[in-house]
């Protein structure tokens, strides 16, 4: 392994033995992480005791929604979600720190306060995925899991995009943090549903201007093979990789726009 990452490898691991010497404590905090996830779950089958359908989906699809957001968010929350303690990091000065380090600042935010209680909630999603692509009595094709499998990891892509763009937006205005919480967790809300349940302008902005659409909408309908209520072409669940691309490369340019305009605590 390149010496870099065996570097970020030692402090994660570090950080994982240290959470785990106190088991009470982090089997606590696994269950409590988990019930969020499980809440997901349980409003979508709340709503469907008084419909059988919602927005013309039954409840397996709408779980498969559901659940190919909630994997592609437990991926994107183990992995950057760290990075929304961004915001303490500059007002305590920690970050100064890890500027005058000769290592990568975005890996070392990520890495010192990994949490791995956050599997907890990546697990019961992975459950809930399996469940409902049974459920959902899919055409079973080498194309199918392909995209069953791919799905969750586009969308885990975009959603680490939007949790380090949204954060980076403390460089310049440090309280930002329910502005950051309202495109993350907001976010992943839009994308538990289909997006033909919400209004016309709300829709347009969240799902095609924000890219909310191509998260877990999409490729669910590209891997039921349903057609889309709002008439868009089969295809168009193939630009999920490339919104998630993008999103991508507008998170790393806000990052690095950020890291340059960034004083310190002494400026």
Same mark, same amino acid.
């Given at each position: 392994?390149?010496?870099?990452?065996?570097?970020?490898?030692?402090?994660?691991?570090?950080?994982?033995?240290?959470?785990?010497?106190?088991?009470?404590?982090?089997?606590?905090?696994?269950?409590?992480?988990?019930?969020?996830?499980?809440?997901?779950?349980?409003?979508?089958?709340?709503?469907?005791?008084?419909?059988?359908?919602?927005?013309?989906?039954? %409840? +397996? @699809?709408? *779980?498969? =929604?559901?659940?190919?957001?909630?994997?592609?968010?437990? /991926? &994107?929350?183990?992995?950057? $979600?760290?990075?929304?303690?961004?915001?303490?990091?500059?007002?305590?000065?920690?970050?100064?720190?890890?500027?005058?380090?000769?290592?990568?600042? %975005? +890996? @070392?935010? *990520?890495? =010192?306060?990994?949490?791995?209680?956050?599997?907890?909630? /990546? &697990?019961?999603?992975?459950? $809930?995925?399996?469940?409902?692509?049974?459920?959902?009595?899919?055409?079973?094709?080498?194309?199918?899991?392909?995209?069953?499998?791919?799905?969750?990891?586009?969308?885990?892509?975009?959603?680490?995009?939007?949790?380090?763009?949204?954060?980076?937006? &403390?460089?310049?205005?440090?309280?930002?943090?329910?502005?950051?919480?309202?495109?993350?967790?907001?976010?992943?809300?839009?994308?538990?549903?289909?997006?033909?349940?919400?209004?016309?302008?709300?829709?347009?902005?969240?799902?095609?201007?924000?890219?909310?659409?191509?998260?877990?909408?999409?490729?669910?309908?590209?891997?039921?093979?349903?057609?889309?209520?709002?008439?868009?072409?089969?295809?168009?669940?193939?630009?999920?990789?490339?919104?998630?691309?993008?999103?991508?490369?507008?998170?790393?340019?806000?990052?690095?726009?950020?890291?340059?305009?960034?004083?310190?605590?002494?400026?």
């Amino acid at each position: 392994m390149d010496r870099p990452f065996r570097v970020y490898g030692h402090l994660v691991a570090a950080q994982v033995r240290s959470q785990l010497q106190y088991r009470t404590s982090f089997t606590l905090d696994l269950i409590g992480q988990t019930l969020f996830t499980v809440l997901d779950y349980v409003t979508v089958i709340v709503l469907f005791s008084v419909t059988p359908t919602l927005a013309g989906f039954t %409840l +397996p @699809q709408v *779980l498969l =929604i559901t659940s190919i957001a909630a994997v592609g968010f437990g /991926l &994107a929350d183990l992995a950057v $979600g760290n990075v929304e303690r961004l915001k303490a990091y500059i007002r305590t000065g920690t970050l100064d720190a890890m500027l005058i380090r000769p290592r990568r600042v %975005l +890996p @070392q935010l *990520l890495a =010192i306060d990994f949490q791995p209680r956050r599997l907890g909630r /990546l &697990a019961f999603a992975l459950g $809930g995925l399996v469940v409902a692509s049974v459920a959902c009595e899919l055409d079973w094709t080498v194309w199918t899991v392909v995209k069953l499998v791919a799905a969750p990891i586009v969308a885990g892509v975009y959603f680490s995009a939007l949790f380090v763009a949204a954060a980076s937006v &403390a460089f310049w205005w440090i309280d930002s943090g329910e502005f950051a919480n309202s495109l993350t967790y907001g976010g992943r809300e839009f994308t538990t549903y289909p997006i033909n349940l919400y209004g016309g302008l709300f829709r347009h902005v969240f799902a095609f201007a924000l890219g909310f659409g191509f998260v877990s909408y999409y490729p669910a309908l590209s891997i039921t093979g349903i057609p889309d209520p709002l008439g868009m072409p089969t295809w168009i669940a193939a630009l999920s990789p490339i919104v998630a691309a993008l999103a991508a490369a507008l998170a790393a340019v806000c990052w690095h726009l950020g890291i340059r305009h960034y004083n310190g605590t002494g400026s």
